[in-house]
C-alpha cells in the first residue's frame, strides 16, 4: 500500500524531491498547497507541476487515505452529522460533525467541531463504549487521521475549527501517528488549527500522556474517568486496573504543571453503577485535587448493553453535590443520539448487520 502524502511533513517531501532529481524547493509549497488547500483528489489535478513530477508522485504516494461511504443526519435539530469512511484495506472509521448550537454569552455561532477516531475499533474495553465491544483491528495513520478532517470540510459549508479526538480508539495508544498527526494540523501553513482548538480525550494511558504533555503541541485534555474510586473505576474500564488512580492522579498533575491548561474530567452517569452520592463526593475531591472541570453526561443507551440513563432529578442532584464543593461542572447531553454518535456506535450497527446478512 502507498502512503498518503497528507501525513508527510514539508521535510519528508522535500528529501523525496532531492532523491528523485533536481527538483526546485519551491515545488515542495506547490505539492503541499494541492494536497491540503485545494484539497484534489488527483495527481493530474496538480497542474502547475510537471507531467513527469505527477507520474513520480503518482508512483509512490496516494493522495486520499479514506473514502465517505455513508452519511447519517441526525433528526433532534442539532445538526450534527455522522460519516462512516472506508479505509483502503476495507476497515471502516466514523466521524461526527457537530456544529456549534450558540456561542458563548447566547449568541449565534458558527463554530464547527468535528469528533476524530484514532484507531480502528479499541482495546480498552470500556464496558459502556461500542468501540470496546468490538476488540482493536489496528491503529489508523497519521493521514488517515488528517483524512477524516479534511473529508469533514468537504462536507461542510463551513470551516471546521475545533477537532475533538474523542472518537473510535485510545488515542494515547497511538502516540506514534497521533503525535505527528496534531504537528500537521496546527501547522499554520497547512491546516492552521490552533492547538487551544483541539482537545485530546484518554481513558487514562499514563505513558502516553507523558508523551503528549512533553510533545510541543499544546493540546487540551480530556479524561474519562467515569468513576471515583478504584473500585467503580475498575468496574467499568479495564484500563484501571493497569493504570489505577493512584499512577493516573501523578500524571495528571504532571500535566498540569507541564501545560498549565485545565483537564477536564468526563463523567459518564450510569444508573446503579457510577452515579451514587459518595461518588459524586470523592469526584468532587478529585478534581478540586486536579484544579480540573467536570463533563456530566447522562448514559447514551447503546444497542447490545445493559446499562440505562439515571432519571433527570438524580443526574441534577448529582451535579449539585460538585457545584456544593464550588467544582466547574457542566451537564452535557450528546448531541445525535438518534444517529448513534457516541463513539463507535455506527460502526457497530454496520457490522452487526453485515453478520446478519
Ligand atoms: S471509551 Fe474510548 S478507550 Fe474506552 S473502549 Fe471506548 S473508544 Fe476505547
Not at 169 to 198: C, F, K, V, Y
Request: proline share 5%.
Amino acid at each position: 500500500m502507498k502512503p498518503s502524502l497528507l501525513g508527510c511533513t514539508r521535510e519528508q517531501i522535500a528529501d523525496f524531491l532531492r532523491r528523485h532529481g533536481d527538483v526546485p524547493a519551491f515545488r515542495v509549497t506547490q505539492i503541499l498547497d494541492w494536497v491540503w488547500k485545494k484539497r484534489v483528489t488527483d495527481f493530474e489535478q496538480m497542474s502547475n507541476l510537471p507531467p513527469a513530477l505527477r507520474d513520480e508522485l503518482a508512483g509512490n504516494f496516494c493522495l486520499r487515505p479514506l473514502e465517505v461511504q455513508e452519511m447519517h443526519h441526525s433528526q433532534s435539530g442539532s445538526h450534527t452529522r455522522k460519516f462512516l469512511s472506508r479505509l483502503t484495506d476495507g476497515e471502516l472509521v466514523e466521524s461526527v460533525i457537530i456544529p456549534a448550537a450558540v456561542g458563548r454569552g447566547g449568541a449565534h455561532s458558527d463554530r464547527i467541531t468535528l469528533c476524530v477516531s484514532s484507531q480502528v475499533g479499541c482495546a480498552f474495553g470500556c464496558r459502556f463504549c461500542a468501540s470496546g465491544m468490538l476488540g482493536f483491528r489496528r491503529n489508523l495513520s497519521t493521514a488517515e487521521i488528517i483524512g477524516q478532517i479534511l473529508a469533514a470540510q468537504d462536507l461542510t459549508p463551513g470551516r471546521i475549527d475545533n477537532l475533538v479526538f474523542m472518537g473510535m480508539g485510545e488515542p494515547l495508544a497511538n502516540t506514534d501517528q497521533l503525535l505527528p498527526a496534531l504537528r500537521l494540523i496546527t501547522d499554520p501553513s497547512l491546516l492552521g488549527i490552533g492547538a487551544r482548538h483541539i482537545t485530546v480525550s484518554t481513558s487514562g494511558h499514563v505513558p502516553g500522556l507523558r508523551l503528549l504533555a512533553s510533545c510541543g503541541v499544546p493540546v487540551r485534555l480530556a479524561v474519562s474517568l467515569h468513576g471515583a474510586s478504584d473500585e467503580v473505576r475498575s468496574q467499568i474500564m479495564p484500563v484501571n486496573r493497569k493504570w489505577p488512580l493512584a499512577q493516573l492522579l501523578p500524571a495528571l498533575e504532571q500535566w498540569n504543571r507541564t501545560t498549565k491548561h485545565m483537564i477536564t474530567l468526563e463523567y459518564i452517569l450510569i444508573s446503579g453503577v457510577n452515579d451514587s452520592l459518595d461518588q459524586a463526593e470523592l469526584l468532587a475531591s478529585l478534581a478540586h485535587r486536579l484544579n480540573a472541570k467536570v463533563n456530566l453526561i447522562p448514559y447514551n443507551t447503546v444497542q447490545g448493553l445493559p446499562w440505562t440513563r439515571p432519571s433527570e432529578a438524580h443526574c441534577r442532584d448529582f451535579c449539585h453535590r460538585l457545584l456544593i464543593h464550588k467544582i466547574p461542572v457542566t451537564m452535557r447531553y450528546e448531541k445525535g443520539h438518534d444517529i448513534n454518535a457516541a463513539c463507535g456506535q455506527l460502526r457497530l450497527r454496520r457490522s452487526t448487520e453485515q453478520h446478519d446478512e
